[in-house]
């Protein structure tokens, strides 16, 4: 006699298919949320998602690629041409474009060509259509939600087998609410593009990185793709050059495998260190050639040259003096709680300004505290030394250490820079969901939880749902800028006839 339909449905569940099929449903629950809160921030206009007339900036990147040139066309106002020095606001007063860099007489989008080349530039050259930015920031999201979950399959499957998908499930849900590309839906632009789509390219590179080295003959193909996943991310948001640990330190893992004795033959390690330089090698030299041809140097990224934003000529752009201030920022700056829906906002005010000097605190959370179950994140050090299993405990600390990098890299580079947003968040806290998954996972594929724990990890995931849900409710309010060249009164260039 055959089990009750209910059994067979729960024992299908616990394989592998089941955590396809849960996956799928959560991706499409968390993608009908991200379509309502384009089309609610919109006051209920659908018009937000299919009007073609709304490709922003990068669909005139993609206008000018299409006419044989890098620099956007759009009109410029005959006293920018005049203008004595052309980035000074008292100057210039309305004429010009907000958030772009002008350079030469012409103007240009100070992020690189990533999005475009990924998006607008194929869709505008096989339809013959102009790709919709709100549309396009929602696959771009839903795309990053695609690989998460392969992550978190992939990480099942070769390592910890005996986690249960409800756990799986609950992590995925907890990131399609609390990622950092959740709180611009309800007002985008060029810089929220760019962010998403290196937050899409890391998650990738890191995916692509760990099934190669869970595979032996086929290895190659998967490091290339994890090299140009981050030449897309580079390309994308230079702030995203540090990623390159993960690909890095992956090598470093191949190099000494290669040393032992008993090693594979040269011809694979080399093969796979050719896959994992060469596609990163095209991009690094596709953006100097783009910078090269914008602003005349392949290091110039056109920051200097915004229109709207003067401290970049002030303040030195790298700091370790910025480093303290930053740190509490992005991770331990709290959040106020309010009496009306959705009951939460970002730091208003300082609580620790006599401690650390830090200008602007407005508009900014730490994400540990945002998003306490990263709280946990690396907590993979300890259950990955109870493994019993030399050569399998080996293997997880490798991977945990390739992901610790892939965070601490790029928050310590993202914490020396002069500017501070939230927007930067998106370099580092999506490879800290995944480390905080991989931590969590390793720990329960050791054992069962005791019910304490249990409670607590569910606690700790409802409470990171539930503020990025209401994080999402806020646009474009959760960053914060400094103007530093105000604060420490350095003067304008302007001033110095510089």
Not at 245 to 273: E, H, I, K
Not at 466 to 473: E, H, K, L
Request: net charge neutral.
């Amino acid at each position: 006699m055959s089990p009750p339909p209910v059994v067979r449905l729960l024992n299908w569940v616990k394989g592998r298919g089941g955590l396809f099929w849960i996956l799928i449903g959560l991706g499409l629950l968390a993608s009908v949320f991200y379509t309502w809160s384009i089309y609610s921030g919109a006051g209920g206009d659908w018009g937000v998602l299919t009007d073609t007339g709304r490709y922003g900036y990068y669909g005139d990147m993609a206008h000018g690629f299409w006419q044989g040139h890098v620099y956007l066309p759009l009109p410029v106002d005959p006293v920018m041409l005049t203008a004595k020095f052309p980035w000074n606001l008292e100057e210039i007063s309305d004429h010009f474009i907000w958030d772009l860099s002008f350079y030469k007489g012409h103007w240009y989008m100070y992020f690189g060509p990533g999005p475009c080349i990924l998006l607008w530039f194929p869709w505008y050259v096989i339809s013959g259509q102009n790709l919709n930015e709100p549309l396009a920031y929602l696959i771009l999201c839903i795309a990053n939600l695609v690989f998460y979950g392969l992550i978190l399959s992939a990480f099942r499957r070769y390592y910890f087998p005996k986690c249960p998908i409800g756990w799986i499930a609950a992590f995925f849900f907890a990131f399609s609410m609390a990622a950092p590309m959740t709180f611009s839906f309800r007002y985008m632009a060029m810089y929220h593009i760019a962010t998403v789509t290196g937050s899409l390219a890391t998650l990738a590179m890191v995916y692509f990185v760990f099934i190669g080295l869970n595979r032996t003959r086929t290895a190659w193909i998967y490091f290339a793709l994890s090299s140009l996943a981050w030449g897309f991310a580079f390309t994308s948001r230079p702030s995203h050059l540090f990623d390159c640990a993960a690909v890095f330190f992956a090598w470093l893992y191949l190099l000494t495998r290669q040393l032992n004795p008993g090693a594979g033959p040269l011809s694979r390690f080399m093969a796979n260190t050719a896959a994992m330089v060469t596609p990163a090698l095209i991009c690094v030299i596709a953006m100097g050639w783009f910078n090269y041809e914008r602003f005349g140097s392949p290091t110039e990224l056109g920051q200097v040259y915004q229109t709207n934003s003067y401290d970049y000529f002030c303040a030195p752009t790298f700091s370790i003096h910025y480093i303290p201030a930053r740190l509490y920022q992005y991770l331990a700056m709290p959040f106020w709680i309010y009496d009306v829906f959705p009951y939460i906002d970002c730091g208003r005010r300082p609580m620790f300004d006599f401690l650390i000097e830090a200008p602007g605190w407005e508009h900014m959370t730490g994400c540990l505290l945002s998003f306490p179950i990263l709280l946990v994140a690396f907590f993979w050090i300890r259950n990955v030394s109870r493994e019993p299993d030399a050569m399998t405990r080996y293997r997880w600390k490798v991977f945990g250490m390739i992901l610790t990098a892939a965070v601490i890299l790029p928050l310590l580079m993202l914490s020396a820079m002069t500017f501070l947003s939230y927007r930067y968040m998106s370099d580092f806290v999506p490879m800290l969901f995944v480390l905080t998954a991989y931590s969590f996972m390793a720990r329960r594929h050791l054992g069962p939880i005791v019910p304490w724990q249990k409670v607590l990890y569910g606690l700790l995931l409802v409470a990171t749902s539930y503020i990025g849900f209401g994080y999402s409710f806020m646009g474009d309010n959760n960053w914060i800028y400094c103007y530093y060249a105000d604060h420490y009164h350095w003067p304008m260039p302007w001033e110095n006839n510089n």
